[in-house]
């Protein structure tokens, strides 16, 4: 079973992986793990993850007064802050985009080969970091980096810190439906009274992790019940939660599982969208919250310039970009986010792993489609 959801990662990864080793070969061992590992892990990544994540590459040679960073978050969100530390300290900043967990792939074949050009990894989530520490291939970071943000958003083993923050929410047309009727309990959504009401994604990822969180804290049983009373409730399906967020503010739908810095990006695009977020009780499955984090790869002879970048990131200029131009949460110490987004506590996630999880992230996947629910 395990090899056959190895072929399938391997199929999705072709662009990253040139040539497929033999299945006894160390590559093709490392690429089990990941399959395993990573891909479960994902979802305090991918938990939720931007739908909108591009594969583009934008990456130079490196030189003594440059960093270089492999990518999970998209180019869109992240250049222009990438493009601030540079321009404040001269140095420069060489880019590669790509989903966080081909990139963590790529980092541990090209750091098994002694070849990898990373300094830096930034992960839509905690799933990919947590592959690379198991495996040995993550740095600590400095002392005085570690103490910028709470043990909370940090790993336990020092090897990866989070810098920003999502949470999944419920998002409703404000003319159709008033707040009060709404459900603390994301269970509550298979009841009959919110059938053809909804909007969801079940092809993007971030629905997927947030499920894959689901089967985590609720088990398998209780994850496949809810998401076959989701289906019968004939939900409509959209390819991502910018897709959920037009639909609701048209009105094709009342409500729409999605991450919460979605809509603010579209009333600001729009302030008279009638659309606002709801948000779920706290520790409901529904109102998972998601880390995205930074680490240093082990070996690379620019530790002291990739530490640099990362406090920057969590710097009072980096993480108020986060806040005003992304909606998403600071979680620098003293920090807060701007007063349209709505307060949340994160949780500990420092020692999360998934790693047990069956089947990972491609279960999940199965699951969805086996109850019925198509992208």
Not at 95 to 100: A, F, L, R, W
Not at 164 to 188: C, H, K, M, W
Not at 302 to 320: E, F, H, M
Request: glycine share 8%; proline share 6%; aromatic share 6%.
């Amino acid at each position: 079973m395990m090899l056959g959801m190895l072929d399938i990662f391997r199929q999705e990864r072709s662009t990253l992986l040139p040539v497929n080793p033999p299945d006894n070969s160390p590559a093709s061992k490392r690429a089990v793990r990941l399959a395993a590992a990573a891909l479960a892990l994902g979802l305090v990544a991918a938990a939720c993850g931007s739908d909108d994540e591009s594969s583009e590459t934008n990456s130079t040679g490196a030189s003594a007064d440059s960093v270089t960073i492999y990518s999970g978050r998209n180019e869109e969100l992240i250049q222009p802050i990438l493009d601030d530390f540079s321009d404040e300290t001269g140095i420069k900043v060489n880019v590669k985009y790509g989903d966080s967990a081909d990139l963590a792939l790529l980092i541990e074949e090209e750091s098994a080969a002694n070849s990898t050009q990373a300094d830096v990894f930034l992960s839509q989530s905690p799933g990919s970091l947590g592959f690379l520490e198991q495996d040995g291939r993550l740095a600590a970071l400095p002392a005085s980096t570690l103490e910028l943000v709470p043990e909370t958003v940090r790993d336990e083993n020092d090897r990866w810190i989070g810098f920003s923050g999502r949470q999944r929410v419920l998002v409703y047309n404000t003319d159709l439906i008033d707040e009060t009727d709404l459900p603390s309990s994301v269970f509550a959504l298979t009841d009959p009274e919110w059938n053809d009401k909804i909007g969801v994604a079940p092809s993007n990822g971030s629905f997927q992790d947030f499920v894959t969180a689901m089967r985590s804290s609720e088990g398998d049983d209780v994850t496949t019940e809810w998401l076959e009373g989701l289906a019968a409730n004939d939900p409509v399906s959209y390819p991502k939660n910018s897709a959920i967020v037009a639909a609701v503010g048209r009105g094709e739908v009342e409500v729409g599982l999605v991450n919460h810095y979605y809509n603010h990006r579209a009333l600001e695009e729009d302030p008279n969208q009638p659309s606002a977020n709801h948000q779920f009780a706290p520790g409901d499955p529904g109102a998972v919250l998601i880390v995205t984090g930074a680490a240093i790869i082990e070996g690379t002879d620019r530790a002291d310039v990739a530490a640099q970048l990362i406090d920057y990131l969590l710097s009072p200029a980096g993480q108020q970009y986060f806040a005003t131009e992304t909606f998403e949460y600071p979680l620098a110490i003293g920090e807060e986010p701007p007063a349209v987004v709505e307060a949340v506590e994160f949780a500990d996630v420092s020692g999360f792993s998934y790693s047990d999880l069956g089947g990972g992230l491609e279960q999940t996947r199965i699951m969805i489609a086996d109850a019925g629910l198509e992208g």
